[in-house]
């Protein structure tokens, strides 16, 4: 098992080829006629491309085609009204059949609730919600335990002098805290129970490097919208935050803007963000949701003969679910002091010695 703070490399790839017959559909994966398996996929609202938690899942069925020869369909909804719809003509295709369709997002809970039970030889797997069925493999994740530790890194870059020289649209720049200020941000996209988690374990883990910082929180109501993220953003440097984090799909690439442009810190979401941000210099790191072994571990149950319907995984710190990556120009240039106290507070979550909390008001 890696230590939390090394870093991960993931895979890149692109869609290929339109499916035929699915309304926004974007394409498929190498489709083989020896391949046995095929997957439908059925991604949240605001699409591939987002550098985040979409392009994380994609991440996950692009591995298993690679590793398992299976194949793969993508369908990228554009309003919560088409997910039931997406579901169900991947459950009822006969040319070919889909022994998996994926449904990721909380968002289509009720749709394949519906789905679920009306096909019910049909293997679904949903991410970041559950449903109670047998031809459901639920899985969840325990995002604040990961948003503890990149608040815990938050809070001890704020209340010290730290900076890293850098660049941003070739221009040399230096990345730092303030020195008079010890104030960190959270940026989330739209306000539900799921991403007040982010918020709740980044706020306690902050406060668990000092209980004087102060947390600045805001929510975009979009998953899409890097402007108002930036407005957010600047208002939030300009009140003193040294490092905001988001959990904000899309809108988090405004964050980034304005972190660059600002001189000052930020930390992504879902993925390795630092790997594809013209802002790289501002990322310090990341909170690294693992929807890719979701969907990889799902596909491989179904090739397997396993598949674990009706169960609920639960992936968190312990299980490698989530966790923090360090950026990609940031890597060897945190504090020894800094990592070592990120380390034990990441054992202290694992052995139940902190309790991280999922609402804002206990953290």
Not at 132 to 158: I, K, M, P, W
Not at 213 to 230: C, H, M, Q, R
Request: hydrophobic share 35%; proline share 2%.
């Amino acid at each position: 098992m890696r230590d939390t703070l090394d870093r991960r490399t993931f895979l890149a790839g692109t869609t290929g080829a339109a499916l035929t017959g699915l309304a926004g559909c974007t394409g498929t994966g190498g489709e083989s006629d020896d391949a046995e398996t095929n997957v439908g996929m059925v991604y949240a609202l605001g699409g591939l491309g987002d550098k985040a938690f979409n392009d994380m899942a994609h991440t996950g069925i692009q591995q298993a085609e690679s590793e398992l020869d299976i194949s793969y369909s993508n369908t990228e909804p554009e309003s919560q009204s088409q997910f039931e719809t997406m579901q169900r003509q991947f459950a009822s295709s006969t040319d070919p059949t889909y022994e998996l369709v994926c449904c990721i997002g909380f968002a289509q809970t009720s749709a394949l609730e519906t789905n679920a039970s009306e096909f019910s030889d049909q293997k679904f797997m949903l991410v970041d919600s559950v449903v109670e069925s047998d031809n459901v493999a639920s899985y969840v994740f325990r995002e604040e335990e990961g948003s503890f530790q990149v608040g815990h890194l938050a809070g001890l870059l704020t209340t010290r002098d730290f900076s890293h020289d850098g660049s941003y649209n070739d221009e040399e720049k230096t990345f730092s805290t303030k020195p008079d200020s010890t104030t960190v941000g959270f940026i989330g996209g739209k306000e539900n129970p799921l991403i007040k988690k982010f918020e709740a374990g980044f706020i306690a883990g902050a406060h668990h490097a000092d209980e004087n910082i102060e947390v600045l929180s805001a929510y975009a109501g979009s998953w899409n919208d890097p402007s108002t993220g930036k407005e957010i953003a600047d208002s939030m440097y300009e009140n003193g935050a040294d490092v905001i984090y988001h959990a904000a799909g899309g809108t988090g690439s405004g964050l980034f803007k304005a972190a660059a442009e600002r001189g000052r810190l930020a930390i992504g979401v879902d993925s390795d963000q630092s790997l594809s941000s013209a802002a790289s210099h501002t990322i310090v790191a990341n909170m690294v949701k693992h929807v890719d072994t979701a969907v990889f571990n799902a596909t491989q149950n179904v090739v397997d003969e396993e598949f674990n319907g009706g169960e609920v995984s639960a992936l968190g710190l312990e299980r490698d679910g989530v966790e923090a990556v360090i950026g990609t120009e940031y890597e060897g240039k945190i504090p020894s002091g800094i990592t070592d106290a990120l380390a034990s507070s990441k054992d202290a979550i694992n052995n139940g010695e902190i309790d991280v909390p999922t609402d804002p008001e206990n953290a």
